[in-house]
């Protein structure tokens, strides 16, 4: 079964480095999402992405956040002076049509970020 | 906010009993969609349900929704040792395509 892949599945970073997280959706989807969740709460969504902008972004996806897709396959989150409370697991998700009309939306195994 | 909250937060069981999680929403939605988290991974799919459906199966797999009372459950019929995990409800926030989390129902089943 087609997944979304996420690398590296565990970084650790200094504060005030930037962080650049990978993730590569299923191949025919065209809604694409990064979600986090820091450890022992809830799943929070950032940034949703089609057509190759930002469609959404919740008040946590702040001028430090960035989302891109370089090329046909990778999508990214970057980080770009990260902060202890950065500290969490990021999650890549995609779906084929738009989340609110019945589309499942599929997710990522997730990047651990450690900030220290 | 449309957020679903589930219930209970943490359920054990034993190996062979079935397990009923629920997840409660505040504004109407057109789907509902359950996911599985095991300890530190990924979150799994289990079940899409339309807001025009009652009921989906799959598997050991029960999903109910009651678009009156705004709520769904899943039902795991003869749990297993394995099916120790997170149970996630998420409901589409709005006209758009971001999926608001619940915190979870976080299922131990005992050998």
């Known amino acids: 079964e087609p997944e979304v892949t996420q690398t590296p599945s565990h970084q650790v970073t200094q504060m005030g480095q930037e962080v650049i997280l990978r993730c590569v959706p299923i191949?025919?989807?065209?809604?694409f999402y990064w979600y986090r969740q820091i450890l022992g709460q809830k799943v929070e969504f950032l940034v949703s992405f089609y057509n190759n902008e930002i469609s959404e972004k919740s008040e946590i996806f702040d001028d430090q956040f960035s989302v891109e897709r370089p090329d046909g396959s990778n999508f990214t989150l970057k980080i770009r002076s990260t902060k202890l409370e950065d500290s969490a697991m990021y999650f890549c998700a995609s779906s084929e049509g738009r989340g609110n009309s019945g589309n499942t939306i599929y997710f990522g195994e997730g990047s651990w970020l450690t900030v220290v | 906010s449309q957020q679903g909250e589930e219930d209970p937060q943490a359920l054990s069981i034993q190996e062979g009993e079935n397990a009923t999680m629920n997840c409660s929403y505040k504004?109407?939605?057109?789907?509902l969609q359950w996911y599985r988290q095991n300890s530190g991974r990924g979150l799994v799919h289990l079940i899409l349900i339309r807001s025009n459906e009652r009921e989906k199966h799959s598997g050991r797999l029960r999903v109910t929704l009651d678009t009156s009372k705004k709520s769904s459950s899943l039902l795991i019929t003869a749990s297993r040792a394995a099916d120790t995990a997170s149970y996630f409800c998420a409901t589409p926030f709005s006209a758009g395509n971001m999926l608001t989390f619940g915190g979870g129902t976080r299922l131990m089943v005992k050998p």
């Open positions: 191949s025919n989807h065209l809604y």
């Open positions: 504004t109407s939605i057109n789907n």
